[in-house]
């Protein structure tokens, strides 16, 4: 059973500190979303790539997040320095682009950032 | 730009009742709908799409065009329904795989 999992689960850090999440997106796939989840503004889209190229990144606060694909395998998303503000749940998905087949979620990675 | 409303944040309904989650969507291309599930404290899931035309754990939900809508529907709530539900949109045209969601659906369903 195929997943996309990333790591950490969970990631309480100090203001100021780098957070970096991980993304394993599922073999053969060749697009990876990233997605804040939030309280109050619901999913919001931060980052989409295709075959490891970035597509769009205009949801990303561009002064303190980045996000790459470094090889298939594996999606990082870093913040720096971290705000209490960014504290929300990050999801990461994948699916392929071209056979109709929908987005499958990681279980994400909630971030405190105190 | 597209654009998914859901209307309630909340809808809490008693167990055997109707149920209906709104979603509408903006959008001037031919669009893919979608409603995803979070049960708590797990990934989302997709629940069901539009061009299946299926009905899934009871929950049903009609693209209609004219009024750009695609709510979801069961007719008997059960507890195991209470989750969050997110309607999402995608650009079905060559190009784009880009799913914009709603801010969500919190359903809680009382026993």
């Known amino acids: 059973d195929a997943r996309v999992t990333q790591t950490p689960r969970h990631k309480v850090t100090e203001m100021g500190q780098e957070v970096t999440m991980r993304c394993q997106p599922i073999l053969g796939h060749n697009t990876v979303f990233w997605y804040r989840q939030t309280m109050m503004q619901g999913l919001e889209l931060l980052a989409y790539f295709r075959n490891r190229a970035p597509l769009d990144d205009s949801g990303m606060p561009k002064d303190r997040f980045s996000a790459e694909m470094p090889d298939a395998t594996l999606a990082t998303l870093k913040i720096q320095p971290s705000e209490p503000r960014d504290s929300a749940v990050y999801f990461c998905?994948?699916?392929?682009?071209?056979?109709?087949?929908?987005?499958?979620f990681g279980q994400g990675t909630r971030l405190t950032v105190v | 730009a597209q654009r998914v409303t859901q209307p309630e944040k909340l809808l809490s309904v008693f167990k055997g009742a109707p149920v209906e989650l709104k979603c509408n969507y903006s959008y001037s291309g031919s669009p893919e709908l979608f409603w995803y599930v979070q049960y708590s404290r797990q990934r989302l899931q997709l629940l069901l799409r539009h061009i299946s035309r299926e009905s899934i754990k009871g929950f049903t939900a009609d693209l209609n065009k004219g009024e750009t809508s695609f709510h979801l529907k069961k007719p008997f709530a059960q507890e195991e329904d209470s989750a969050m539900y997110y309607c999402?949109?995608?650009?079905?045209?060559?190009?784009?795989?880009?799913?914009?969601f709603g801010k969500g659906t919190k359903l809680s369903v009382i026993p």
């Open positions: 999402a949109l995608r650009d079905s045209g060559a190009g784009s795989y880009q799913l914009t």
């Open positions: 998905a994948s699916g392929f682009q071209g056979r109709n087949t929908e987005a499958f």
